[in-house]
Nanobody, 123 residues
């Protein structure tokens, strides 16, 4: 099974940018669908973005479309989430996750999760 470790979270002012990284433990990382999710205090975990195994198909939540970009580098076993024009409502713990599904935006389809990295956006 794959282990995932996120990094790159922190404090940023509204309008700023952050780049989150997700390091996978396996060389077979390319076999997994990869997604990013987030969870704000008192709220359910929600979908942010997903990228397919080859990296040529992506999907985004409407709330982040045009501001966030998901990518992956299978040769390095890494996934990324570039976040621009950050808003206070983007503040949450961000998780990367891996799935055996063909393509999914659903939390329950993801079998493996990182520990999360916190993003704080000041207004």
């Amino acid at each position: 099974q794959v282990q995932l470790v996120e990094s790159g979270g922190g404090l940023v002012q509204a309008g700023g940018s952050l780049r989150l990284s997700c390091a996978a433990s396996e060389r077979t990382f390319s076999r997994y669908l990869m997604g990013w999710f987030r969870q704000a205090p008192g709220k359910e975990r929600e979908f942010v973005a997903v990228i397919n195994r080859s990296g040529d198909n992506t999907s985004y939540a409407d709330s982040v479309k045009g501001r966030f970009t998901i990518s992956r580098d299978n040769a390095k076993n890494m996934g990324y989430l570039e976040m621009n024009s950050l808003k206070p409502e983007d503040m949450a713990v961000y998780y990367c996750a891996a799935s055996y599904a063909l393509f999914s935006r659903v939390v329950r389809d993801y079998a493996y999760w990182g520990q999360g990295t916190r993003v704080t956006v000041s207004s």
